[in-house]
């Protein structure tokens, strides 16, 4: 992994380069996430911002940052806590204002409380404001307060910003293209994610609950210093059709496939793998007549993530063997180009091929660009996730019933090809018996 002066290194050419961006006469102003209350008097687990901790690498709350292009006094300023002995003792530590600009390499830092004091003058005689608005309705409503404190005093000769940009586009742009060092973290991140399903395929037996697979899950990612990306799905039979399935509280039935979709999170960088197997080990001939049409879907998308491709082609790739499949096995019927044309698939196979990964499981970034699909290129990275889904309908014959199918992998675009970075856990039948039947 890159040392912390290299990832220090990077964040400060991340800041200079939005700074270029906005251009001068500009502020952008970038809020941390606000903590969240989960019941009564208990929060949540705090995790930072995307774009705050892309642009800062600081995790703590109640904090902003604010980039004032060619300001000679300090382009880089940090509003934080400062140190409380008594609230430290609660609920932590602190970094502190007196060693914000060392740690977080800011030209300045203030208190947080002091920010209603001192940011309107930050914005005063600037052109533009850049912020995200429509996040945090509180902060938004800051921002306007101050633009309005401005203009309480714009008769004794103060300037008020004229326009206000979101910072949505130049950072979405700026994210969608990994550094070396965010796809180091991202490959630490499919690697804990690799081994969380291997071990939820180690305990998966009949009679035991779908729970007992989320426990394993994240008893991995703990264990490998992460975190879960987003709530996993663990649906047995009926519920691995249901395609944000989250309540993981059944029993896996003997016969039945279960699906699981889950990732870990390190460093605030995102795995997200689906893989779907047996509960007893052993695929049925039905079984592996699904599961080997979506494998086959999922091999031939990532086939087309390649520089020069379009973010299109893929899913095309993916959609092509998915009616095909659904075609031999009687599920579908008609003229393959025709069911493709007029989306047939959709019934069985109702979402893309795939998103954008990074800081967030479905990441930012464009797909298209003036109304085409935009061109893959080195750096990008997403997820490539064809899936068969036959719920308990008389469309559907009925042995196939109650079966749904997904696999999942995330991929890095690169010069030489597609980079499977979550090949750490199996996905070929004779490779999945093998590894559940052995333990």
């Known amino acids: ?64 940052a604010v980039l004032i292009s060619g300001r000679r006094a300090a382009e880089y300023i940090v509003f934080c806590r400062e140190r409380d002995e008594h609230m430290e003792t609660w609920n932590g530590r602190r970094l502190g204002v007196d060693q914000a600009p060392d740690v977080l390499d800011a030209d300045d830092a203030f208190p947080i409380d002091d920010i209603d004091d001192i940011l309107p003058g930050l914005m005063e005689g600037r052109d533009r404001v850049f912020y995200s608005m429509g996040r945090e309705t509180l902060f ?9 404190q401005l203009k309480a005093k714009s008769g004794s000769g103060a300037s008020v910003p004229s326009e206000f940009v979101s910072l949505d586009f130049h950072l979405q742009e700026m994210r969608l293209y990994k550094s ?22 180690q305990v998966c037996r009949p009679g035991c609950m779908e729970y007992e697979l989320e426990a394993a899950l994240i008893a991995t990612y703990r264990a490998g210093g992460a975190e879960h990306s987003f709530l996993p799905i663990v649906g047995g039979g009926a519920n691995g059709c249901i395609l944000h399935y989250t309540e993981n509280n059944m029993v896996l039935q003997d016969g039945d496939m279960v699906l699981v979709d889950s990732g870990a999170e390190w460093n605030c960088y995102a ?19 699904i599961y080997s049409i979506v494998l086959e879907a999922n091999l031939a998308a990532i086939d087309k993530a390649v520089v020069g491709n379009h973010w299109n082609d893929p899913h095309t790739a993916a959609v092509r063997v998915i009616t095909r499949g659904l075609m031999d096995l009687g599920i579908l019927k008609g003229e393959l180009k025709t069911l493709i044309k007029e989306e047939e698939y959709r019934r069985y196979f109702m979402h893309r091929t795939g998103h ?26 997403l ?6 889904y036959l719920p308990d309908k008389t469309s559907v014959p009925r042995r196939y019933r109650n079966i749904g199918v997904r696999v999942e992998d995330d991929v890095i675009v690169t010069d030489d090809g597609p980079e499977v970075i979550t090949a750490g856990v199996v996905k070929q039948i004779d490779e999945i018996e093998a590894l559940m039947q052995a333990t």
Request: hydrophobic letters at 35%; zero cysteines.
């Open 1 to 64: 992994m890159p040392d912390s002066r290299t990832i220090r290194r990077e964040r400060a050419r991340r800041r200079k380069n939005l700074m270029r961006a906005i251009g001068k006469d500009s502020i952008a102003i970038i809020p941390s996430a606000p903590v969240k209350m989960r019941s009564r008097d208990t929060d949540y687990r705090y995790r930072q911002d995307s774009d705050f901790y892309y642009l800062t690498g600081f995790e703590e709350p109640e904090s902003v």
């Open 140 to 148: 938004d409503n800051r921002i306007i307060g101050w633009i309005n």
């Open 180 to 201: 070396r060092t965010e796809l180091a973290a991202l490959r630490k991140a499919a690697k804990i994610s690799a081994a969380g399903h291997v071990a939820a395929m």
């Open 271 to 289: 795995g997200d793998i689906t893989r779907t197997y047996p509960v007893n080990g052993q695929f049925s001939e039905v079984q592996r007549e």
């Open 356 to 381: 954008w990964l990074g800081l967030d499981t479905h990441d930012v970034g464009e797909y298209k660009i003036d109304g085409k699909w935009r061109l893959l290129e080195p750096g990008m990275v």
């Open 383 to 388: 997820t490539i996730e064809p899936g068969i």
